[in-house]
């Protein structure tokens, strides 16, 4: 039996029912001669929460000292031992540190049971990892820093079980995009606690970082919400217009979902489109750069080469992979030198060809192209990056540890 996780669930217990003097929010207590009231909730979470009372899962695993360099991993991979084995001596011989976990992934399944009493999230389980337990004692032994990816509102199963969640078309249908996606509303509350029920217990399996990605209204909304029917719950009668409310969702869900896992001891990350820090705000998918990195411990900016049109003066982006890293992160970290507690940098790294963007708009992506990206983000005073490839097929020969 381990006492010292019995113990620990203890302490938390008891720390969550106090309210002084450790409730140390912005809001004050209500004036008495006599006493002194604190006007917040009994269970409120101290904003500074006490690193010895977080919830102990038994994984021992540091923050790499170095920054964290990691690969993105499927389910699919992770679960095959043979496969993880060889991705694990990868990282470990390559000099990264840092594996990104699919627990939820972009159609709604868990990955693996993940032990919660949430019918839903059990219904949506599909056990590609079969034992999650020996998953994280392998990358315990490793010392590979372990993110939990988990994906918010793209959710088609958990908008086909509960339609009210998600955006309906005038004929009752769930509505979808043109690959058949469905996203879940993020205006709802009950979506956000679905979503953070499954960090949670990823927490308590040993992962170290929650990664939240989807964490957007799709692409496009600002098109087609007028057609759709949905609710805008708390936000539905507040003075903000369409665009600012959509801000506002993306935003407080990200907050709550950070006050939320503070006892569990997790960082949280949230990928977001790299654009987003080029512009005030993304209107339609209410992404809002500044906003989002105050509320979070990391910030993972997509700027795959691949993915931009011709922008920063660059025509052809996949083709310049070092300059348009370099460009990219002139902006990002001019945005983040203006906020007060700015998350740590780290952005998604292209590892992979997109022959789909045709001939001459595109070149093999191999260690060069893949250095170079590194390079540029060293340059720039940022030492942690994430790789992705769907595949999971990572280049060798790459110079990661720049000094």
């Known amino acids: 039996m381990n006492y010292n996780k019995i113990t620990t669930s203890l302490l938390l217990s008891l720390l969550l029912l106090v309210s002084f003097p450790l409730i140390t929010q912005a809001e004050k207590p209500v004036k008495n001669p006599l006493i002194e009231i604190n006007s917040l909730p009994l269970l409120s979470i101290p904003k500074q929460f006490p690193a010895q009372f977080a919830y102990d899962s038994g994984i021992e695993i540091a923050y790499p000292e170095d920054g964290v360099k990691g690969v993105y991993l499927t389910a699919y991979s992770a679960g095959a031992p043979k496969r993880m084995a060889e991705l694990s001596e990868f990282v470990t011989s390559s000099g990264l540190n840092a594996m990104v976990i699919d627990v939820k992934d972009d159609i709604g399944h868990l990955t693996m049971d993940v032990k919660s009493d949430n019918k839903l999230i059990q219904e949506s389980t599909q056990n590609y990892v079969s034992d999650p337990e020996l998953m994280m004692k392998n990358l315990e032994k490793n010392q590979i820093y372990p993110i939990a990816r988990v994906v918010v509102f793209k959710d088609t199963l958990l908008a086909e079980a509960k339609p009210e969640l998600s955006f309906k078309r005038s004929d009752g249908s769930v509505w979808?995009?043109?690959?058949?996606?469905?996203?879940?509303?993020?205006?709802?509350?009950?979506?956000?606690?679905?979503?953070?029920?499954?960090?949670?217990?990823?927490?308590?399996?040993?992962?170290?970082?929650?990664?939240?990605?989807?964490?957007?209204?799709?692409?496009?909304?600002?098109?087609?919400?007028?057609?759709?029917?949905?609710?805008?719950?708390?936000?539905?009668?507040?003075?903000?217009?369409?665009?600012?409310?959509?801000?506002?969702?993306?935003?407080?869900?990200?907050?709550?979902?950070?006050?939320?896992?503070?006892?569990?001891?997790?960082?949280?990350?949230?990928?977001?489109?790299?654009?987003a820090a080029t512009v005030p705000e993304a209107p339609g998918i209410g992404q809002n750069f500044s906003k989002i990195s105050e509320n979070v411990d990391v910030i993972s900016s997509m700027i795959y080469p691949s993915h931009w049109g011709s922008y920063f003066g660059i025509a052809k982006p996949d083709l310049e992979p070092y300059k348009l890293v370099q460009e990219y992160m002139k902006v990002e970290n001019k945005l983040l030198s203006t906020l007060k507690t700015p998350p740590k940098s780290r952005p998604w790294l292209q590892d992979f060809t997109a022959s789909y963007l045709g001939a001459g708009n595109y070149i093999n992506y191999g260690a060069p192209q893949v250095s170079d990206q590194v390079r540029a983000l060293h340059e720039a005073g940022v030492n942690e990056f994430l790789l992705w490839d769907a595949k999971n097929s990572y280049t060798p020969g790459v110079n990661y540890n720049l000094k």
Do not use: C, H
């Not at 960090?199 to 496009?220: H, I, N, S, T, W």
């Not at 009668?237 to 407080?252: I, K, S």
């Open 176 to 275: 979808k995009n043109s690959n058949g996606d469905a996203f879940v509303n993020p205006f709802s509350k009950e979506v956000w606690d679905y979503n953070i029920e499954v960090a949670k217990q990823a927490a308590k399996m040993g992962f170290k970082e929650v990664q939240f990605d989807y964490v957007r209204f799709p692409e496009g909304f600002e098109t087609q919400s007028d057609s759709l029917s949905y609710t805008r719950g708390a936000y539905k009668d507040n003075e903000l217009d369409d665009v600012q409310q959509r801000v506002a969702a993306v935003t407080d869900f990200v907050e709550y979902a950070r006050e939320e896992l503070r006892p569990y001891g997790v960082e949280v990350s949230v990928d977001i489109f790299g654009y």
